[in-house]
């Protein structure tokens, strides 16, 4: 444990946290994303999978246990990656106390998403409270009577979905936070990897390509569900 | 040519300083960058005003010392120091500004000289490796493989002279430091003491105020000496290591103990 506090006491400690925390973060939103496509299954597929989640784990977790494990899990996660994130950028703003008066970035363009990880990660944050208060709790971006709390044991998670991007102010957010997401898993999982002592000369290309192809997947799929509804591909079952 | 130049002018450690123009006619592209600063001094110099102070040493590409940040590019537009950059590189009519490293463990002593003794300290802290003195080893007693000495060598070109902490947007020192590290974990002879000399150099890394990296690659992008990415991972691996392999923290050397003990 000593070992564990001592390395968490260097910046590259706290680098390993945002890794293995993004890490977690990472398998949660390409699995979310995943089970977000089955609303293309129809509203009885979409349904029956929010139903079946509360069950996940059976017959060795009993009902919702293995559910609010994960919540925990991610709550925490979420937790120790912001704290770490701050606690780095502070480090990082007083390293250079007066700065250049003509700053040159050399680095190609594609890079642009190094540069967003920390606003992107705020506008994230936001997203994920808005997303809670939203879909999972029905208190935001809704006219009466049009969300149904899958907490009651009925689950209209269809319809949820549809009423929700039918409000096109917010399927513009939901996309615009899901290309923030996209730039930020970019990045992040290449520097995790680096983060990790992982990545090398021979690696670095194919670990770039990885990121890229799991920022574009799970982004594009996401994306894909407000458009479809937008559009009306996806209407009200 | 003739160029403009916006250089910075500061007194002392303790004064602020500010951007001061210069015109500088009749400069020959074949002149490297420095040469040109010697000519504006020696102008200053006649006019009766205060040479622009500024480091360099070996003018060769070797010694590290020559560290400008020349239009917001550490060592400007080559890759390469700032003694090896010629003044080809620029047009006639430029304006070039000229700053000092900057860094809040960099502290500037006068103009554009920086002091970069916080180097120092990190390799004081385990750049090195501890041997007995005793008669000479054998030749090729140790063997070595070539991707092992390529990688090592490769890491081992690093010359100090700063630029990566110069350039980062974050202020770090994760090159530097990575490539010294690098060196020595990538050779047998730098075995023994791996591990402690990973924790000991990243602590006196950051005591010295350097910013954590979040993989720009705006160092390796300036590096003179081309040191890759490659060596921060690696300096990362073997942290994470150190903390499963050795616990405590242990100064080294001879007399090393553990804990301050
Ligand atoms: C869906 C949620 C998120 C996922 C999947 C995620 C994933 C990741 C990953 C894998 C990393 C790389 C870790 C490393 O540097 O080795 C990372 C870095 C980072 N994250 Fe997140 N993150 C998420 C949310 C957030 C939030 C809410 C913030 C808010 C402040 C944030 C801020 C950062 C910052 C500042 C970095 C370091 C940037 C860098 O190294 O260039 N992230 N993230
Ligand atoms: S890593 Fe490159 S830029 Fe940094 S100090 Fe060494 S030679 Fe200079
Ligand atoms: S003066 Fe020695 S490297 Fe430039």
Redesign the pocket.
């Given at each position: 444990m000593t070992g564990v506090m001592t390395l968490y006491q260097t910046s590259i400690g706290k680098?390993?946290v945002?890794?293995v925390?993004?890490?977690i973060?990472?398998g949660?939103?390409f699995v979310h994303m995943f089970g977000n496509l089955k609303i293309y299954s129809g509203p009885v597929a979409l349904n029956e999978y929010a139903e079946q989640l509360r069950y996940l784990g059976k017959p060795i977790f009993g009902h919702e246990q293995l559910l609010w494990i994960a919540r925990v899990v991610l709550l925490g996660a979420?937790v120790m990656?912001?704290t770490s994130?701050?606690q780095?950028?502070m480090q990082s703003n007083s390293s250079r106390p007066l700065p250049y008066s003509v700053n040159t970035r050399t680095q190609p363009a594609y890079r642009y998403a190094?540069y967003t990880?920390?606003w992107?990660?705020?506008v994230?944050?936001l997203f994920?409270i808005f997303h809670l208060l939203h879909f999972t709790f029905g208190v935001v971006g809704y006219s009466s009577g049009q969300f149904v709390n899958p907490h009651g044991g009925v689950y209209e998670v269809y319809n949820n979905v549809v009423y929700g991007f039918m409000n096109p102010i917010v399927s513009i957010f939901y996309i615009a936070a899901m290309i923030a997401?996209g730039l930020?898993?970019y990045?992040?999982?290449w520097?995790?990897?680096?983060?990790?002592g992982i990545s090398n000369e021979k690696v670095s290309g194919t670990l770039r390509g990885f990121a890229a192809a799991l920022a574009l997947v799970i982004a594009l799929g996401n994306i894909s569900i407000p458009i479809a509804v937008l559009t009306g591909i996806i209407g009200l079952s | 040519m003739d160029l403009r130049l916006r250089i910075w002018r500061q007194k002392n450690k303790n004064t602020t300083g500010k951007l001061v123009t210069y015109e500088l006619p009749g400069i020959s592209p074949d002149m490297s960058f420095l040469e040109m600063l010697d000519v504006l001094n020696e102008r200053l110099i006649e006019q009766g005003e205060e040479p622009v102070a500024f480091d360099h040493d070996c003018r060769e590409g070797i010694c590290g010392m020559c560290g400008l940040v020349i239009n917001g590019v550490a060592h400007g537009p080559e890759v390469t120091t700032t003694c090896q950059l010629h003044m080809r590189h620029f047009k006639d009519g430029d304006t070039i500004t000229i700053e000092p490293w900057r860094a809040k463990a960099f502290p500037i002593l006068k103009d554009l000289v920086v002091d970069r003794s916080a180097f120092d300290r990190i390799i004081q802290a385990g750049g090195y490796i501890s041997v007995s003195t005793g008669g000479t080893p054998d030749a090729n007693a140790i063997l070595i493989s070539k991707e092992s000495a390529d990688a090592a060598m490769d890491a081992a070109a690093c010359i100090g002279c700063g630029a990566c902490v110069a350039a980062c947007p974050n202020g770090s020192a994760m090159l530097f430091t990575g490539a010294k590290i690098a060196h020595l974990s990538h050779l047998p002879q730098g075995q023994p003491e791996r591990y402690d000399r990973v924790r000991n150099m990243v602590q006196a890394m950051d005591a010295e105020g350097f910013g954590g990296?979040?993989?720009?690659g705006e160092c390796a992008a300036v590096c003179p000496k081309e040191i890759k990415l490659d060596v921060i991972a690696r300096m990362n691996g073997d942290l994470i290591k150190s903390t499963f392999l050795s616990s405590g923290t242990r100064k080294m050397g001879p007399n090393a103990t553990r804990n301050g003990k």
């Amino acid at each position: 444990m000593t070992g564990v506090m001592t390395l968490y006491q260097t910046s590259i400690g706290k680098k390993v946290v945002m890794a293995v925390t993004g890490a977690i973060l990472l398998g949660f939103v390409f699995v979310h994303m995943f089970g977000n496509l089955k609303i293309y299954s129809g509203p009885v597929a979409l349904n029956e999978y929010a139903e079946q989640l509360r069950y996940l784990g059976k017959p060795i977790f009993g009902h919702e246990q293995l559910l609010w494990i994960a919540r925990v899990v991610l709550l925490g996660a979420v937790v120790m990656h912001i704290t770490s994130a701050v606690q780095l950028t502070m480090q990082s703003n007083s390293s250079r106390p007066l700065p250049y008066s003509v700053n040159t970035r050399t680095q190609p363009a594609y890079r642009y998403a190094s540069y967003t990880m920390r606003w992107g990660g705020v506008v994230l944050f936001l997203f994920i409270i808005f997303h809670l208060l939203h879909f999972t709790f029905g208190v935001v971006g809704y006219s009466s009577g049009q969300f149904v709390n899958p907490h009651g044991g009925v689950y209209e998670v269809y319809n949820n979905v549809v009423y929700g991007f039918m409000n096109p102010i917010v399927s513009i957010f939901y996309i615009a936070a899901m290309i923030a997401l996209g730039l930020h898993i970019y990045h992040g999982t290449w520097s995790m990897f680096q983060t990790l002592g992982i990545s090398n000369e021979k690696v670095s290309g194919t670990l770039r390509g990885f990121a890229a192809a799991l920022a574009l997947v799970i982004a594009l799929g996401n994306i894909s569900i407000p458009i479809a509804v937008l559009t009306g591909i996806i209407g009200l079952s | 040519m003739d160029l403009r130049l916006r250089i910075w002018r500061q007194k002392n450690k303790n004064t602020t300083g500010k951007l001061v123009t210069y015109e500088l006619p009749g400069i020959s592209p074949d002149m490297s960058f420095l040469e040109m600063l010697d000519v504006l001094n020696e102008r200053l110099i006649e006019q009766g005003e205060e040479p622009v102070a500024f480091d360099h040493d070996c003018r060769e590409g070797i010694c590290g010392m020559c560290g400008l940040v020349i239009n917001g590019v550490a060592h400007g537009p080559e890759v390469t120091t700032t003694c090896q950059l010629h003044m080809r590189h620029f047009k006639d009519g430029d304006t070039i500004t000229i700053e000092p490293w900057r860094a809040k463990a960099f502290p500037i002593l006068k103009d554009l000289v920086v002091d970069r003794s916080a180097f120092d300290r990190i390799i004081q802290a385990g750049g090195y490796i501890s041997v007995s003195t005793g008669g000479t080893p054998d030749a090729n007693a140790i063997l070595i493989s070539k991707e092992s000495a390529d990688a090592a060598m490769d890491a081992a070109a690093c010359i100090g002279c700063g630029a990566c902490v110069a350039a980062c947007p974050n202020g770090s020192a994760m090159l530097f430091t990575g490539a010294k590290i690098a060196h020595l974990s990538h050779l047998p002879q730098g075995q023994p003491e791996r591990y402690d000399r990973v924790r000991n150099m990243v602590q006196a890394m950051d005591a010295e105020g350097f910013g954590g990296c979040t993989n720009y690659g705006e160092c390796a992008a300036v590096c003179p000496k081309e040191i890759k990415l490659d060596v921060i991972a690696r300096m990362n691996g073997d942290l994470i290591k150190s903390t499963f392999l050795s616990s405590g923290t242990r100064k080294m050397g001879p007399n090393a103990t553990r804990n301050g003990k």
